[in-house]
């Protein structure tokens, strides 16, 4: 018997940290506007609003970029009490359809709605009420996809932002998958999408025409994923959620950091990345940070302190006790922060 077809949600606030923003301040909503920290700390910017983007401008893009594309833009500092809060009251909606919820950050998650008996068992319908209650209840619009696998339920939230519903019914993803870009599949960064475009390889329809072993002789393990997404096939569930220990990022590299001199370097945009996915978890309170580095002998070792900030200099710091371990040229680099247990949160804002 083939496994029944299931319903996958993908809700997606729209530029959520500058929606709350121009929400409690409706003056902002119109002009273009930036959540980020200042230019002269070299801030970043976290979140900008639709007239901002006319200009050019994206969230990771410097502070100062973006005031030279838009002198006029206004710059709001985050707040992520506030973002936490309405967080906690989207994703309690979400819950009240269904508990199976994975939250990709505080303003995205994917549902399993495929047992949800409400709404005649309608995905549509769910996604409506979805963006419904969210907007009536905390002045946050929403955008939803539905389709039968998250990779297309992804694509299908982001497909008409914002305020967007996109539906792709079983009987139908034959023919979106076949005229969708290759760039738009899970996992194909930019660095993929060259490589593929270098083989005259735009869409999937195109993707398919190429055999297995080629594939995984070009793109090893991943190949085979490509073949599937080519074809539709994405069976990873949606994973209710443990609880986050940590958060981090990590690289492998295409040639071996031949030095400490370089492996340091190479810290830089791992920082930054880390920095922007702390961010987008809403700053959540640090009980340390670590360093981890694969040498080219594939020994592995993470470096730990309770006492660093994560900041380049503490990184740069525990790297090089590490590397003094082996002495050898690196193969992976990898960053991260230890979270303080969601138990020991509550205690903490206990009231005297
Ligand atoms: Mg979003």
Not at 36 to 64: D, L, Q, W
Not at 256 to 276: I, S
């Amino acid at each position: 018997m083939p496994a029944p077809v299931r319903k996958i949600l993908h809700a997606d606030c729209d530029c959520f940290y500058a929606a709350v923003e121009m929400r409690d301040n409706p003056a902002l909503r119109d002009i273009p506007l930036a959540v980020g920290g200042a230019r002269e700390g070299r801030g970043v910017i976290t979140t900008c609003n639709y007239p901002a983007r006319k200009f050019g401008i994206h969230s990771a893009m410097p502070t100062a970029r973006a005031l030279r594309l838009c002198p006029e833009l206004t710059l709001v500092p985050p707040d992520f009490d506030k973002y936490r809060e309405v967080s906690r009251q989207i994703q309690a909606i979400f819950h009240e359809l269904t508990p199976l919820v994975e939250p990709l950050s505080l303003d995205e998650a994917y549902l399993d709605v495929s047992d949800v008996e409400g709404f005649k068992g309608s995905a549509t319908w769910m996604a409506r009420w979805l963006k419904e209650e969210c907007l009536a209840r905390t002045g946050i619009t929403v955008s939803v996809g539905a389709a039968p696998s998250k990779f297309l339920a992804k694509i299908a939230s982001d497909w008409d932002k914002p305020d967007g519903l996109t539906v792709i019914p079983p009987d139908q993803v034959e023919s979106f998958v076949l005229a969708l870009p290759v760039r738009k599949l899970h996992g194909v960064g930019p660095a993929t999408g060259a490589r593929l475009d270098a083989l005259g390889i735009t869409t999937c329809e195109e993707l398919r025409e190429q055999p297995i072993d080629k594939l995984l002789d070009e793109f090893g393990k991943f190949g085979r994923r490509l073949y599937e997404l080519a074809r539709g096939i994405d069976e990873r569930p949606v994973k209710v959620e443990r609880e986050r220990k940590s958060i981090s990022v990590e690289s492998t590299y295409g040639r071996d950091l031949p030095d400490l001199a370089a492996a340091q370097q190479a810290l830089v945009t791992l920082c930054e990345k880390l920095k922007a996915r702390i961010d987008r978890n809403g700053r959540p309170p640090l009980a340390g940070v670590f360093v981890k580095v694969r040498f080219d002998d594939f020994t592995t070792t993470t470096l730990e302190s309770k006492g660093l900030e994560p900041d380049l200099a503490s990184y740069r710091q525990l790297l090089d006790q590490a590397w003094q371990r082996a002495h050898r040229p690196v193969r992976l680099l990898g960053v991260g922060v230890r979270l303080v247990p969601q138990e020991a949160r509550q205690q903490l804002s206990l009231p005297f």
